[in-house]
């Protein structure tokens, strides 16, 4: 079965310090893994993909995360945290059980707080 | 931002009404899918849609149906509605898998309160 673990409800940072939002996976299969943000009263905004090649993936506003196979790990990172980073975070993977779209099995969100 | 438009964006209903949620895209991407999002729980699907009037259903679509008539519109609809169904209800679109565009793309939500 499909499964994301995000073991950390929040994640505080101060400003500048580097951010890590971990996340762990099951799945059969290739695993297609996704990070999304989510502001207040917002939808879920794309942050980055893995998908096949490079395990460092980069992607938007900064942020990377690194594929692990062998730890099933997908961890989300930034070198040096914003306030204006404060947000709900989501790991994702591709559930293979439903043909070729991309429904996604989400975690339950991690919440970051960065402080000034 | 994905264009996507999800309406209406708020509502309240009373316990056992219909209510019609509707999704509509410009991007003419042929999947689409309808999500809740509680609590804890992250995004649960309750439907999704591979092609005009072709529609699955997902892990929690008990009380729910849907409809594709067109490629740009994905309707959802809760047939009687129950206090358990208030929840923030996402759309969302993909394109084909076989191209390296595999990410969703989601609406703004609709945060529906039954009372």
């Known amino acids: 079965a499909q499964s994301v673990a995000q073991p950390e409800d929040q994640v505080n940072v101060a400003e500048g310090n580097p951010l890590t939002v971990k996340c762990t996976y099951s799945?059969?299969?290739?695993?297609?893994l996704f990070w999304y943000v989510q502001y207040p009263n917002r939808g879920l905004q794309f942050l980055l993909k893995y998908i096949t090649g490079d395990n460092l993936v980069k992607g938007s506003y900064g942020f990377e995360a690194e594929f692990n196979k062998s730890q099933t790990s997908f961890h989300l990172k930034k070198p040096s945290a914003l306030v204006s980073d404060s947000a709900l975070y989501f790991c994702?993977?591709?559930?293979?059980?439903w043909g070729f779209g991309n429904v996604l099995h989400c975690g339950s969100g991690t919440q970051v707080i960065v402080l000034p | 931002d994905a264009g996507i438009t999800q309406s209406p964006r708020h509502k309240v209903t009373e316990t056992g009404t219909p209510v019609t949620l509707r999704c509509h895209q410009t991007?003419?991407?042929?999947?689409m899918y309808w999500y809740r999002q509680d609590p804890g729980h992250g995004l649960r699907l309750i439907h999704y849609s591979y092609g005009v009037k072709d529609t699955d259903k997902g892990e929690v679509s008990d009380g729910y149906s849907v409809s594709r008539s067109k490629t740009e519109d994905f309707l959802l609809t809760l047939e009687s509605a129950t206090s358990s169904q208030t929840s923030v209800y996402f759309c969302?679109?993909?394109?084909?898998?076989?191209?390296?565009?595999?990410?969703?793309?989601f609406g703004q939500g609709t945060r529906l309160t039954v009372v």
């Open positions: 991007e003419n991407h042929r999947y």
């Open positions: 994702a993977v591709r559930d293979p059980r």
């Open positions: 799945v059969s299969g290739n695993p297609y």
């Open positions: 969302a679109i993909s394109g084909e898998l076989v191209s390296m565009n595999t990410e969703a793309f």
